[in-house]
């Protein structure tokens, strides 16, 4: 395979659901095709071991050895997942983290109020959110988070920072400025951003929200676009950060201002800091000592 596939690694609670919004709209644009995949190479609760999902991963490993796609989006990346990916594919990439005392917080409201479950799709958070609805209160709802997280975290801490294919960025310099973040994303993954439409959709009269909806339509049709491009007007881009916003998706709340029922719960960076009692920092810490400093979140142990 000569060309190159593009890729974006994320993790559990990192803006994953944003991120792919504004790739699979901006892929339909340049006429693109995207694949998602959500299954990693490990689940909670042992869960990879157990069938359907021990398939289900072994056709995944497939898809990223041999699947046609220009851009793939893995949504709980691994190191498995990127050996496969090397060993096939030319690729360029980038990889989101987030400080993991936030994914802590993130991860407690979802899985116990907004994340979609099933008895059978889900069945590891199915009976996670059980086991969080029978505690008595939020501290020994976050102790049983930490733990939990457990999987999630090794991803963070095994993953190689310096791979030169991978850019690599955070949520937190993500949600503080969605337009120079994604630009340069899409800048290292070889997407020039333009001022000028360069599909020349007059018909659109100027309006964007016509632009993009013409470009929806026509890659949403059974015949492909006619034309592959490298290039995502300025203007395109600012839309879809405009129709993704934390204050859109939230039902029009502010960052900061939170419903701990929505999926879009509070959309800030730093939250921990409303949560983590003396007990949960302890835990925290006997738990993932040296994380934070690795991941450049904090100095030393003392926080």
């Given amino acids: ?124 958070l199915w009976e996670y959110r059980k086991q969080l609805d029978a505690l008595s209160d939020l501290e020994s709802g976050l102790l049983t988070e930490i733990e939990f997280c457990s999987t999630y975290f090794a991803r963070l801490r095994d993953w190689n920072y310096e791979n030169p294919n991978v850019l690599e960025a955070r949520y937190e310099t993500l949600i503080a400025d969605p337009l120079k973040t994604f630009g340069q994303i899409f800048g290292f993954l070889g997407v ?54 934390f204050q859109r998706k939230s039902g029009g709340r502010d960052r900061g201002a939170e419903n701990v029922q929505h999926h879009y719960r509070k959309g800030v960076a730093g939250d921990w800091r409303n949560y983590f009692t003396p007990r949960l920092k302890d835990g925290f810490k006997e738990q993932y000592p040296g994380l934070l400093t690795k991941l450049g979140y904090e100095s030393d142990e003392n926080w």
């Fill in 1 to 124: 395979m000569n060309e190159i596939t593009r890729f974006y690694l994320g993790h559990h609670k990192c803006a994953s659901q944003y991120i792919k919004a504004i790739l699979r709209q901006s892929a339909i644009l340049m006429g693109w095709s995207v694949k998602v995949d959500g299954i990693a190479s490990q689940l909670p609760m042992d869960y990879h071991l157990r069938e359907p999902f021990a398939s289900r991963i072994l056709a995944k490993k497939a898809m990223l050895a041999n699947g046609a796609y220009d851009l793939i989006c893995l949504e709980n990346a691994d190191n498995d997942a990127l050996a496969i990916v090397e060993a096939h594919r030319r690729y360029r990439g980038f990889h989101v983290i987030r400080d993991p005392r936030d994914i802590v917080v993130s991860g407690y409201f979802s899985h116990r109020y907004s994340h979609p479950v099933s008895e059978h799709e889900s069945p590891w």
């Fill in 192 to 245: 020039n951003i333009s001022l000028f439409d360069p599909f020349r959709l007059t018909q659109a009269g100027g309006n964007l929200a016509l632009y993009a909806l013409h470009r929806f339509a026509r890659r949403s049709s059974a015949r492909p676009l006619a034309v592959k491009s490298d290039t995502l007007p300025e203007p395109a881009l600012r839309y879809l950060l405009q129709r993704h916003s």
